[in-house]
């Protein structure tokens, strides 16, 4: 097989473990998955109220312009219809911007530690890979200003950050795309937008009239609880969404996730009930850290890299064999670490629990 040479060495995404498989492997009665950013109050009631309905006519193909939902998103944003794009979950739309616009003699510009499959998805295409790494955890634009040039093609901004949780101040990321030439599209990954609750926070959407070089990734995985129907979408300049329809594939958006899609952004009280939980509970782990002499990164998602006291791996499989899945930070790139989905009050009482064994060193306590 003629396989493309940057493929040579890569591996392929690797999802954190299930709840079934550490079942029969742990022979655990009961196991909570606090590793994937889930949503633990799972999705709207009229989400659930629909699916038992099976109202879906499963043998016709989904709507490939989704135009009930693309209506709803456009009047909840204040934007025109053909400013939206709608993917297979944001991940697919990573993947279009790169198939789109990176290639060879070009290069693409990064935060490092971040998402890791705006460099898998470069790489793909065979594009130059410039990382700046995070300081402190956040985004190092100064970093990323200096490393645009003649080439550069894409600039991926996580925001807030995964895995660290941090959220960029809205005049500081402004003041760097004020920075960006028209000809470079700045990314502005927004998987955790409905979980920030900071004050000073600006909807980048208010952003596009002023440049039209911005791209915005919202999705419905994480607040809205669907990440099984996998859809998110892009809000841009018109010229910009149609480039990129280009390269998407007909019905990339399956009819049930559509529909259930719709129904969930119908009900914005249920995204903020999820927020101010969320908000209370990401308290917390902040308060937690703070009694244990233990650092965590400032968070304004539903998720938090907390320091360990021992090797992440080893952290990782000890709270697994206490039934919970998480995620070691040694496989995101942030050793010392292990990143931590908020639960549910009760859920995240128990992992304290079971994260106070893991500070028993030598019979004493950090």
């Known amino acids: 097989m003629n396989w493309k040479p940057a493929l040579e060495g890569m591996t392929p995404y690797k999802p954190g473990r299930s709840i079934e498989e550490v079942t029969r492997l742990y022979g655990l009665k009961e196991v909570v998955k606090l590793a994937s950013n889930e949503n633990p109050y799972g999705c709207s009631p009229s989400v659930k109220e629909f699916i038992a309905t099976d109202a879906i006519q499963h043998e016709i193909y989904p709507d490939g312009y989704a135009s009930l939902l693309r209506s709803k998103v456009a009047a909840k944003h204040d934007v025109s219809e053909d400013a939206l794009l709608f993917g297979n979950g944001s991940d697919e739309i990573i993947m279009l911007i790169a198939r789109a616009l990176l290639g060879k003699g070009t290069n693409t510009i990064m935060a490092t530690t971040t998402f890791p499959q705006y460099a898998h998805n470069a790489k793909i295409e065979g594009a130059e890979i410039k990382q700046v790494q995070l300081k402190d955890g956040q985004h190092d ?51 955790y937008f409905e979980y920030i609750t900071a004050d000073t926070h600006v909807d980048s959407v208010t952003w596009l009239g002023k440049f039209p070089n911005i791209i915005i990734l919202r999705t419905f995985s994480k607040a809205y609880g669907l990440a099984s129907s996998r859809v998110g979408y892009a809000i841009g300049q018109p010229e910009v969404i149609a480039h990129l329809n280009k390269v998407r594939s007909p019905f990339n958006n399956n009819s049930t996730g559509l529909a259930v899609a719709e129904r969930a952004l119908a009900d914005q009280a249920f995204i903020d009930q999820c927020r101010q939980v969320n908000h209370e509970q990401r308290a917390r782990f902040t308060q937690y850290a703070a009694d244990n002499n233990l650092h965590v990164f400032d968070s304004q998602t539903n998720f938090v890299l907390l320091e360990v006291p021992v090797d992440a791996d080893q952290a990782a499989e000890k709270l697994l064999q206490q039934g919970f899945i998480i995620r070691s930070g040694n496989a995101l790139g942030t050793p010392g670490y292990v990143r931590v989905t908020i639960g549910t009050e009760q859920q995240n009482s128990d992992f304290f629990a079971a994260f106070d064994t893991l500070l028993v060193v030598e019979g004493s306590m950090k």
Do not use: H, K, M, Y
Not at 168 to 179: G, N, R, V
């Open 141 to 191: 634009l100064e970093g990323f200003a200096r490393a645009i040039d003649d080439e550069t093609s894409v600039v991926w901004v996580c925001n807030p950050n995964n895995p660290t949780g941090n959220l960029i101040p809205s005049d500081q990321l402004l003041a760097f795309i004020e920075q960006v030439p028209e000809n470079i599209l700045v990314v502005l990954d927004e998987a």
